[in-house]
């Protein structure tokens, strides 16, 4: 199990918070140590999906370098499956079977 990483700022500030709302509040201190605790757990989360946010998106591949992709192809004459798993652009072009371009199959997830 992972140890929790508190800062010392941010546990005092973490129990000046639970004081003044213990102060104001006269709730049982279980009850302002629940919300202290579920404060610090939201502000987390939340801190967690602005950083996730602020990332920049990694740069393409080369040209010529083979994408990783998971796309199903369907000949609409025949019926045959092909499932595609790597291509060199994102959107590759449709493979031909039996004199026609394969259709797209949406995936169901």
Do not use: Y
Not at 60 to 76: A, D, N, Q, T, Y
Not at 87 to 106: F, I, S
């Amino acid at each position: 199990m992972r140890r929790l990483n508190v800062s010392w700022r941010t546990f005092v500030t973490l129990v000046g918070a639970g004081v003044v709302a213990w102060w104001l509040t006269r709730a049982s201190v279980v009850s302002v140590m629940l919300a202290v605790v579920a404060m610090w757990l939201i502000f987390r989360a939340g801190f967690a999906v602005l950083r996730s946010l602020a990332t920049p998106i990694p740069p393409p591949p080369p040209p010529g370098e083979l994408r990783k992709v998971k796309i199903m192809f369907r000949c609409s004459v025949c019926g045959t499956e092909v499932r595609m798993t790597s291509a060199n652009d994102e959107v590759p072009t449709p493979p031909r079977h039996c004199q026609e371009d394969m259709d797209l199959v949406a995936p169901i997830e």
